[in-house]
């Protein structure tokens, strides 16, 4: 029996119900965007080994180049008001809202150089994705070793208020009016990024740190949803799909 006739159908096929189906399209953009994410981690780990020989928050650099490639294909253009604020030569914790596996591409698009990242500790197993993380100087934390994690947390929380480093909060706008798994949305659009005010933490002591994150997770909700009112590229508004901060 011949193989490439039934191969030809089967990838024509596919083709039609790409073409046809809401949902194939959906599947389809989310299959290619695990299979970018993979065979970029491999390319990018073998030039971050290259470069710099091993794990280094140098490597982000090149890692957030071959990232930032992802927005072309599928069609996302990002709009980044007060991206100078992060310009800072002194140390800073930024904040930012989390929504879905989209995330990366848009914190590859914001985040400064040498900007040293905190990720749960189950993405390190996640193959070539978890091996890039590392090389890139992640610092992964076990949430479900909760002391483990809150001890992480809390040396981030008393260095931040020992020295007096400030918070930069950065908001995302919904992914909702071009992406969402329920009603398998997924289209091209444009993101709305605002990067805060910094919030300053000079004066402050251990026991300020759960009213500072309250009054950033504050500000960064209301900035959230006022961004979010306004109709993205593809015309439609934020829908009840919408993730605040978090």
């Known amino acids: 029996m011949e193989f490439w006739p039934w191969l030809t159908a089967a990838l024509l096929l596919l083709l039609l119900l790409v073409q046809l189906?809401?949902?194939?399209?959906?599947?389809?953009?989310?299959?290619?965007?695990?299979?970018?994410?993979?065979?970029?981690?491999?390319?990018?780990?073998?030039?971050?080994?290259?470069?710099?020989?091993?794990?280094?928050?140098?490597?982000?650099s090149i890692i957030s180049w071959f990232v930032r490639t992802f927005k072309y294909i599928y069609g996302l253009r990002f709009e980044i008001k007060g991206r100078q604020k992060l310009e800072v030569d002194h140390p800073c914790?930024?904040?930012?809202?989390?929504?879905?596996?989209?995330?990366?591409?848009?914190?590859m698009e914001t985040l400064p150089r040498r900007c040293v990242q905190i990720a749960k500790r189950e993405l390190l197993f996640t193959g070539p994705v978890g091996l890039?993380?590392?090389?890139?100087?992640?610092?992964?934390?076990?949430?479900?070793?909760?002391?483990?994690?809150?001890?992480?947390?809390?040396?981030?929380?008393?260095?931040?208020?020992?020295e007096n480093v400030p918070i930069i909060p950065v908001?995302?706008?919904?992914?909702?009016?071009f992406y969402n798994?329920?009603?398998?949305?997924?289209?091209?659009?444009?993101?709305?990024?605002?990067?805060?005010?910094?919030?300053?933490?000079r004066g402050l002591t251990v026991a300020d740190v759960t009213t500072l994150m309250d009054n950033?997770?504050?500000?960064?909700?209301?900035?959230?949803?006022?961004m979010s009112k306004t109709p993205q590229e593809n015309g439609a508004t934020a829908g009840s799909g919408a993730h605040p901060a978090q």
């Open 132 to 162: 890039i993380m590392y090389l890139g100087g992640v610092i992964f934390i076990n949430r479900q070793r909760s002391r483990t994690a809150m001890t992480v947390m809390a040396d981030v929380g008393e260095r931040m208020v020992s």
């Open 21 to 60: 189906s809401r949902a194939a399209k959906f599947y389809a953009k989310i299959s290619l965007y695990c299979v970018l994410c993979c065979t970029v981690s491999i390319v990018a780990a073998v030039v971050c080994l290259l470069r710099h020989g091993g794990r280094t928050v140098e490597n982000m």
């Open 171 to 177: 908001v995302y706008s919904s992914f909702s009016s």
């Open 216 to 226: 950033c997770h504050q500000a960064m909700r209301t900035t959230f949803f006022r």
């Open 93 to 107: 914790v930024i904040v930012s809202n989390h929504q879905s596996i989209l995330d990366m591409m848009g914190l």
């Open 181 to 201: 798994p329920k009603t398998k949305l997924f289209t091209s659009a444009t993101i709305k990024v605002e990067v805060l005010d910094a919030i300053p933490t």
